[in-house]
């Protein structure tokens, strides 16, 4: 018996090691990644000590538009948008340090503070004095923090589903705690397990395509953007918004897909009592991500919004 035992435990640690190394998913090339996903090597620019993957398009004399993408995102998230608004706007976008073809933070530091100072550091690098900025989910959160931080730099407000407030139980200068799940994803990442964590994101399924995922997935095996996303969620420490929204004097359009499985619409309600002058327009059928899910619907608002 004690024979067959050792015998069955060899076996299954041979299975988990077989299937281990069946499942184990190693970063993709960057040269490969860059040749795929950027338009040159002119999109890549040195801010405050990061090699930042940007895009800036449209008349460099016309009111300036500066995007911020969501946790796992990147800055092709707004190329819809992007494409429409720079026929008569400056527009911004960038992959956050430790997000897309930015890659990770020499500092390793991804904290809210550290974000701002990139942002700072880009706006000044390009010669931005001031603009509006558009932030969706935790680039909502940057955003919103900037207005209320550096509001002689901010020209109108506009927040898509905006991260900031504690989860109920959860309280605030807290660290939080990354799931033991989370963490595999350094070594594993299956393209099943993209679909799933981006499914919750989109109300209208058919919307995720293959496409879609195969991006979101191709951009997360950049080298070092899994340990960096880990390294974000460890230091996503929340303060309470509260004071700081209360301070913004932006113009500000809240944006919310009513069927948003990430953050609810029922949160628009936290923003709106403390962002003076602040409104909501609410999507009908749309999720998290309304500029992937619905460009021309959910860029109407924004457009009247801007003008």
């Not at 992007?82 to 990770?104: C, K, M, N, Q, Y």
């Not at 939080?176 to 499914?199: D, K, N, Q």
Request: hydrophobic share 45%; charged share 20%; proline share 9%.
């Amino acid at each position: 018996m004690k024979f067959a035992l050792v015998i069955l435990s060899l076996g299954l640690a041979a299975a988990l090691i077989a299937g281990g190394i069946w499942l184990y998913t190693p970063d993709k090339a960057r040269p490969d990644l860059e040749a795929r996903y950027s338009d040159a090597l002119t999109d890549f620019v040195a801010v405050a000590g990061v090699r930042l993957h940007v895009r800036d398009s449209g008349p460099r004399d016309a009111p300036a538009i500066v995007m911020l993408h969501g946790f796992g995102s990147s800055l092709h998230t707004w190329e819809p948008w992007a494409e429409a608004l720079s026929a008569d706007h400056r527009v911004i976008r960038f992959d956050l340090p430790g997000a897309g073809l930015t890659g990770p933070d020499p500092t390793g530091d991804y904290s809210d503070r550290r974000s701002l100072e990139v942002l700072t550091g880009l706006m000044d690098r390009l010669g931005v004095a001031r603009a509006s900025l558009i932030g969706n989910s935790i680039g909502g959160r940057i955003a919103w923090r900037f207005a209320a931080e550096s509001p002689a730099r901010v020209e109108k407000l506009v927040l898509i589903s905006p991260d900031g407030f504690a989860a109920p139980g959860a309280g605030y200068g807290q660290v939080p705690e990354v799931p033991a799940s989370f963490r595999l994803l350094r070594f594993i990442l299956p393209t099943p397990f993209v679909r799933m964590s981006l499914a919750p994101a989109y109300a209208d399924p058919a919307r995720l395509t293959d496409d879609v995922v195969a991006r979101y997935r191709d951009l997360m095996l950049a080298p070092g953007v899994r340990d960096a996303m880990i390294a974000r969620m460890e230091q996503a420490v929340l303060a309470d918004p509260d004071p700081l929204l209360r301070r913004i004097q932006a113009p500000t359009l809240l944006l919310w897909g009513e069927k948003d499985g990430m953050i609810p619409i029922a949160n628009a309600a936290d923003y709106l009592s403390r962002i003076p002058g602040s409104r909501l327009v609410a999507l009908p059928g749309l999720g998290h991500v309304p500029q992937e899910e619905a460009p021309a619907v959910s860029l109407e608002p924004v457009r009247d919004f801007l003008k």
